[in-house]
């Protein structure tokens, strides 16, 4: 896990035809959403199913015109720079803070997880030889379509330098045939915002989270509290054990256990739908597990979706975009279009969507210690010790601005095993070899389709990029997208995200709304159980702080918009003044 982040396996190929050819007989009278995000489009009913292959905003560009080989040689011919010196000389590290602190990011990440999950070819094969580094560089698998690409460390690198740590372990994603034989990837997850990172993507995955009884999903109890259920039997690959009583968590999506952050919104969101069941139940005596679980699902859904829509997208895109693209939180009536395919584009799933890591900073000050990034991944002790410090910092603490600097807790530190200097990987460096596997086009390429002017000169790279492109780049043509597009400016507006990387988000984040027939806001949706307009108005009110509020107790005071730092306008307030659903006048 560690060297791939990914745990599950791919599909196997008959589920990989059926998922992207054919459909799927549909009960239009059904109620809820189906687990692997099927029959929400009745016409299209493979539509956000997971295992679909991601769509392309444009054909790939891998080696030469190939089909399948990465892509590895710049505009004249010559290898590119290999992704870990890119990420050394461009994504160096510096400190930039903004008004969003570390829950927007926690929060992006939370939700990719909701989103996309590319898997890899084989997540425990090794890559990596003496012979590669001191030869020619290149694995042979690069030429016959094989896993393996793994990212050759250049000598002197400030981190990695003896020549055992000259070669990072990579193995290629999975993929399906396209058309014409051109390798295309798949998302493993829906692509809905339908909470399937914490119910799971199939009927079986889901049985294994559920207790069965009153609705609510398994827990395990520590010192009287609710925390993820255990991923029986799970070692290091999946999370460090650090204090007795430490065990790896388990949840819909595998990778919950690879930031304490992260587990820490799937326990409050896990609390939250066993908190909803107690309310509903009070209300409906008579209502049986499967009607209390399918309905406090909708409602933990519903919740995960305005929060999303209010507080966290407007932040991403600024005014301007968010408007044109429906995604204003006020003032839009929502109308569902099934014509709207919502598949993730590649380029969102392995580009602009990895935007977040540039938020990282690095370190959190959890009970007043202040811990490095590198220090907290796959530890959780943090949630099962200090699950409120935690969120405290999470909602206290800035983020980093979205630019090109990193930190080093993910560059040089990410996932590194517990007193094993050097064992980390570096996350800005798969990034850009996960662009060249997917032969995502360069960065010029993508300004140009998305209307926007190509660059003809590193001089016109904001962020003190000149020296820095030019010593890594042959041309401006060659620069991989991920790094062009993190180094744009901000689009303006109260957007945090450059302008190419904001229009490839506002599109995507369009599609997932007005393509989605559950929507909470959708009154007209066929055979779904809709909300009425006062419990849409509701759901629409109910901020992330509120979350927090009812799921961690001694959290007294929060300020209502916690992806935003304290200030005049949004000052603490104590939990009971925050808005909360009044299920009694619910149903
Ligand atoms: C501590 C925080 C985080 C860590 C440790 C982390 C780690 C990772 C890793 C290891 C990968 C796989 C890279 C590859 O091999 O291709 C990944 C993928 C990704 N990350 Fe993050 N990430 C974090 C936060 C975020 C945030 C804040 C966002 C967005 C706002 C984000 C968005 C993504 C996306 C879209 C992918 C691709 C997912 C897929 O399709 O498989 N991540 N992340």
Redesign the pocket.
């Known amino acids: 896990y560690r060297h791939?982040?990914?745990q599950t396996r791919g599909l196997s190929s008959m589920q990989k035809r059926s998922v992207n050819g054919g459909s799927v007989v549909c009960d239009a009278s059904y109620s809820y959403r189906s687990y692997d995000g099927a029959c929400n489009n009745l016409v299209h009913t493979n539509y956000g199913r997971a295992g679909a292959k991601f769509r392309r905003e444009l054909p790939p560009k891998y080696h030469g015109g190939d089909k399948t080989t990465p892509r590895m040689s710049g505009s004249n011919g010559k290898p590119l720079p290999s992704a870990r010196k890119v990420s050394a000389i461009i994504h160096d590290p510096e400190n930039h803070t903004m008004g969003a602190t570390m829950m927007?990011?926690?929060?992006?990440?939370f939700?990719?997880?909701d989103?996309?999950?590319?898997?890899?070819v084989n997540e425990s094969l090794r890559c990596c030889s003496n012979s590669l580094v001191t030869g020619n560089n290149l694995h042979h698998d690069v030429r016959t379509g094989g896993p393996c690409f793994p990212i050759i460390i250049p000598s002197g690198d400030s981190h990695f330098n003896t020549v055992q740590d000259r070669c990072m372990e990579?193995v290629r994603?999975d993929s399906v045939t396209g058309a014409n034989g051109v390798r295309q990837q798949y998302?493993?997850?829906t692509a809905w915002i339908d909470g399937s990172h914490i119910y799971g993507i199939s009927a079986d995955q889901a049985s294994t989270l559920r207790s069965h009884q009153g609705g609510k999903l398994r827990v395990r109890r520590r010192n009287g509290m609710d925390y993820l259920p255990e991923d029986v039997g799970k070692g290091d690959e999946t999370c460090f054990k650090i204090k007795e009583g430490d065990y790896c968590f388990l949840a819909g999506d595998h990778?919950v256990n690879?930031?304490p952050?992260?587990s820490a919104l799937h326990t409050v969101f896990l609390r939250y739908h066993n908190k909803l069941c107690d309310r509903i139940k009070a209300k409906h005596p008579s209502w049986g597990d499967e009607k209390l679980y399918q309905e406090s699902r909708r409602i933990v859904i519903a919740v995960i979706q305005g929060i999303t829509y209010r507080e966290f997208v407007p932040q991403?895109v600024g005014d301007s975009l968010a408007r044109t693209h429906g995604l204003n939180p006020h003032g839009v009536t929502f109308k569902y279009n099934s014509s709207i395919d919502p598949t993730?584009t590649n380029v969102?799933?392995?580009a602009?969507?990895?935007?977040?890591?540039s938020?990282?900073s690095d370190s959190l000050t959890i009970a007043g210690r202040e811990v490095e990034?590198g220090d907290?991944?796959m530890r959780p002790k943090f949630v099962l010790n200090s699950l409120r410090p935690l969120v405290e910092a999470l909602i206290a603490e800035p983020a980093q601005r979205v630019d090109r600097w990193y930190t080093t807790?993910?560059t040089n530190r990410?996932?590194e095993m517990p007193n094993k200097p050097k064992s980390g990987?570096d996350?800005a460096a798969?990034?850009i070899?996960?662009g060249r596997?997917h032969g995502l086009a360069p960065y010029n390429v993508w300004r140009e389709h998305y209307g926007l002017s190509r660059i003809t000169s590193f001089n016109q790279l904001p962020q003190r990029s000149f020296q820095r492109f030019s010593r890594v780049y042959a041309s401006v043509d060659d620069i991989d997208l991920y790094t062009g597009g993190l180094t744009e400016l901000p689009a303006g507006g109260r957007g945090r995200v450059g302008e190419l990387f904001s229009r490839i988000m506002a599109q995507q984040f369009s599609a997932l709304k007005f393509g989605d027939r559950f929507w909470y806001e959708n009154k007209q949706s066929t055979g779904a159980a809709t909300f009425t307009e006062r419990q849409i108005r509701q759901l629409s009110r109910i901020p992330l702080s509120r979350v927090l509020c009812d799921t961690i107790p001694g959290l007294d005071k929060v300020q209502a918009a916690t992806m935003r730092a304290t200030d005049s306008t949004n000052s603490k307030v104590t939990c009971s003044s925050l808005f909360d659903l009044d299920i009694e006048h619910f149903w």
């Open positions: 791939d982040s990914r927007f990011m926690q929060w992006g990440q939700l990719d997880h989103m996309t999950h590319t898997p890899v990579f994603s998302n493993g997850n990778r690879v930031f952050g992260l991403i993730l969102f799933a392995t602009a969507y990895r935007f977040g890591h938020l990282v990034i907290l991944y807790g993910l990410l996932f990987f996350l798969r990034n070899q996960r596997d």
